[in-house]
């Protein structure tokens, strides 16, 4: 199965991250990231294609087609609920 | 959001799209005078994937509502999350003991926390996802407060 998660570089993403490597049924992760994500780089799993996206606002028809197939996505993009600004 | 309309397009009649949202413990969909603002931004995110769902009913979105997520227990990720600022970082120390022995309810350890958000991802679980005991839904939109994740994790 081919899933999709951001927020792979936070906490909770970090977790879910582990957990898909775990998940044997899981045949392809696509990351999308405004960085490059240091925990694919060090685990080097080829199932893992890490996406560098900057502007979550915009998805372009050639990111959709990278991230075809996709049953489903772990949102985990924010912050910390204590460290969240007035804005 | 942006991405949840986006990603409406990688669902359809045979293959519905499942599209996990982490909120967060507090988060409200009705806030009150006094709620923080977190509370409001991620309640009207969730209100929103709610309405998404309702339009496109292959997006099967849901949200999740940890509490205190703790990764102390959990070696294979230590070394790549983020810093926490040191007063932050002070308190959740303060904290944590009494909340793994004490609130368990609220306690939200990465590793299992992790699998429970993967499995939903995967459209695991969801005969589970029925209104009552911290499931709260809007129309067919679920939102699970910690008790359940932990409850589906095994915890």
């Not at chain 1, 998940?23 to 560098?52: F, G, H, Q, Y």
């Not at chain 2, 970082?89 to 429970?116: D, F, M, Y």
Request: hydrophobic share 45%.
């Amino acid at each position: 199965m081919h899933v999709i998660l951001t927020g792979a570089t936070g906490l909770v993403g970090s977790g879910v991250l582990d957990a898909m490597i775990k998940t044997a049924d899981i045949t392809k992760i696509s990351i999308l990231s405004r960085r490059p994500v240091p925990m694919v780089e060090d685990v080097k799993d080829p199932r893992i294609n890490v996406i560098i996206h900057k502007d979550f606002e915009n998805y372009d028809s050639a990111l959709l087609e990278q991230l075809k197939g996709a049953r489903g996505c772990v949102w985990a993009l924010g912050i910390s609920q204590t460290q969240v600004g007035a804005e | 959001m942006a991405a949840a309309k986006a990603f409406q397009n990688l669902a359809s009649e045979t293959e519905p799209f499942n599209f996990v949202y982490v909120s967060g413990a507090g988060a409200s969909t009705e806030p009150g005078r006094f709620a923080p603002i977190f509370a409001r931004v991620k309640g009207e995110t969730e209100l929103a994937l709610a309405d998404l769902r309702k339009q496109n009913p292959h997006l099967h979105a849901l949200s999740t509502r940890p509490a205190f997520v703790d990764p102390s227990a959990h070696r294979a990720i230590k070394n790549y999350i983020p810093a926490k600022p040191a007063m932050i970082g002070l308190l959740e120390l303060v904290l944590a003991h009494p909340i793994r022995l004490a609130l368990k309810g609220q306690h939200s350890p990465t590793e299992p926390l992790g699998r429970v958000l993967t499995e939903l991802a995967m459209g695991k679980h969801k005969d589970q996802l029925v209104a009552g005991n911290g499931i709260q839904k809007v129309g067919n939109f679920p939102i699970l407060e910690n008790s359940v994740l932990r409850r589906l994790a095994g915890l």
